[in-house]
């Protein structure tokens, strides 16, 4: 399944409230599940993608350039620069392991990354390469 703005945006919603505690991860995937007909798999990899960047941890799924787009944009404006920091952290991370692994180069994700780090902190520009 192709996953849409629509689906992305709620599934933002949703992660972000099972990162607050305010809905389990279970229900979260359900909610996703049944309400907007995405795939288990997909909601559980997006609540935890989530988690992960929120945290500072890598992540070995991916998720496509939009969605991770608008998950740094939700995180800097829900969060804060501190947190939009852990979530590139996880996201560096991330980058790294897939491109090692899968032996490919991850352009548009590390276009986004970044985008965003210049808005942490223009001077931590990388030569991230």
Not at 67 to 90: C, H, P, Q, R
Not at 102 to 118: A, G, S, T
């Amino acid at each position: 399944m192709k996953i849409s703005a629509e689906i992305f945006k709620d599934a933002y919603r949703v992660s972000k409230e099972v990162y607050e505690k305010r809905m389990t991860t279970s229900d979260g995937i359900l909610e996703l599940f049944q309400i907007l007909k995405m795939n288990k798999g997909s909601a559980m990899f997006y609540i935890t993608i989530f988690d992960h960047m929120m945290e500072g941890r890598n992540y070995t799924r991916t998720i496509n350039v939009p969605s991770m787009e608008f998950f740094l944009k939700g995180i800097l404006n829900d969060y804060g620069t501190n947190s939009l920091s852990n979530a590139l952290v996880a996201l560096k991370k991330h980058i790294e392991y897939f491109e090692k692994v899968l032996q490919v180069n991850m352009v548009k994700i590390r276009e986004v990354y970044q985008r965003y780090l210049i808005k942490v902190n223009p001077a931590l520009i990388s030569n991230f390469e």
